[in-house]
């Protein structure tokens, strides 16, 4: 039987949080030394392949997913959305602009651009893409490729058009606390006899209305982003 699905992250057990680890240094996360990190091309393994178990009753799909780096306050953000929680797949989670690959699509680069234009109306013209992660396979048997890519300024919430139907809300946050593990958490989960272990990246910021809210980001999206982090910490 696989173990079922996490609808509130929040309870299960926090087992560790990673403070032993170094944070990326701060020059190391500005736009020109991300260029050339990406164009040396190494060689590497990430950290985390996916999920773990897949359910058996879904063929795989590939998908993509943007990561877009934002310039906020004179330092580069991550731009992250909240999806709508009526969706069949990860709904209420926060994650990238992406999705599902369309034949049409010419490469992954191609899936990630049109999805986050048609999810959060980014202009293909405003976007630079600068390197590729390795492939990430959720628990529902998407192949997923984290296509990372700079923004080019002026950039401002309120400009974008967001599709109302996939997605609740998007935010940014800052590129430097999620580089840094002391902010990473592990948590542990338990069923019959088996567990998983998933992280996350709870992020205190201000919702649209200028209330405060907390943005939980785990699962797939915290591990694509710790793939990122030990990507430039090599």
């Given at each position: 039987m696989?173990?079922?699905?996490?609808?509130?992250p929040?309870?299960?057990?926090?087992?560790?949080?990673?403070?032993?680890l170094p944070?990326?240094?701060?020059?190391?996360?500005?736009?020109?030394?991300?260029?050339?990190?990406?164009?040396?091309?190494?060689?590497?393994q990430?950290?985390?392949?996916?999920?773990?178990?897949?359910?058996?009753?879904?063929a795989?799909?590939?998908?993509?997913?943007?990561?877009?780096?934002?310039?906020?306050?004179?330092?580069?953000h991550?731009?992250?959305?909240r999806?709508?929680?009526?969706?069949?797949?990860?709904?209420?989670?926060?994650?990238?602009?992406?999705g599902?690959?369309e034949?049409?699509?010419?490469?992954?680069?191609?899936?990630?651009?049109?999805?986050?234009?048609?999810?959060v109306?980014?202009?293909?013209?405003?976007?630079?893409?600068?390197g590729?992660?390795?492939?990430?396979?959720?628990?529902?048997?998407?192949?997923?490729?984290?296509?990372?890519?700079l923004?080019?300024?002026?950039?401002?919430?309120?400009?974008?058009?967001?599709?109302?139907?996939e997605?609740?809300?998007?935010f940014?946050?800052?590129?430097?606390?999620?580089?840094?593990p002391?902010?990473?958490?592990?948590?542990?989960?338990?069923?019959?006899g088996?567990?998983?272990?998933?992280l996350?990246?709870?992020?205190?910021?201000?919702?649209?209305?200028?209330?405060?809210?907390?943005?939980?980001?785990?699962?797939?999206?915290?591990?694509?982003?710790?793939?990122l982090?030990?990507?430039?910490?090599?």
């Amino acid at each position: 039987m696989s173990p079922p699905r996490i609808h509130d992250p929040r309870l299960i057990p926090v087992v560790g949080r990673d403070t032993h680890l170094p944070a990326v240094a701060p020059d190391r996360l500005k736009a020109p030394a991300l260029r050339r990190r990406f164009a040396e091309r190494a060689i590497w393994q990430p950290e985390f392949a996916g999920d773990g178990r897949i359910g058996a009753d879904r063929a795989a799909a590939h998908a993509a997913v943007l990561v877009p780096l934002v310039e906020h306050a004179g330092d580069l953000h991550v731009l992250l959305t909240r999806r709508t929680d009526h969706l069949r797949d990860h709904a209420g989670q926060v994650s990238f602009p992406g999705g599902r690959a369309e034949p049409a699509d010419a490469d992954a680069a191609d899936t990630a651009l049109r999805e986050a234009h048609e999810e959060v109306g980014l202009p293909r013209a405003q976007v630079d893409v600068i390197g590729h992660m390795p492939s990430y396979t959720t628990v529902t048997n998407f192949v997923v490729t984290p296509v990372v890519a700079l923004v080019r300024p002026p950039f401002r919430l309120s400009d974008l058009a967001i599709d109302a139907f996939e997605v609740a809300e998007a935010f940014h946050v800052p590129l430097s606390f999620l580089m840094d593990p002391a902010n990473h958490q592990r948590h542990l989960f338990s069923f019959e006899g088996s567990q998983r272990q998933f992280l996350s990246m709870p992020w205190q910021g201000v919702a649209a209305d200028g209330s405060p809210r907390e943005y939980f980001i785990w699962g797939a999206t915290a591990a694509m982003l710790r793939n990122l982090y030990r990507y430039l910490s090599l």
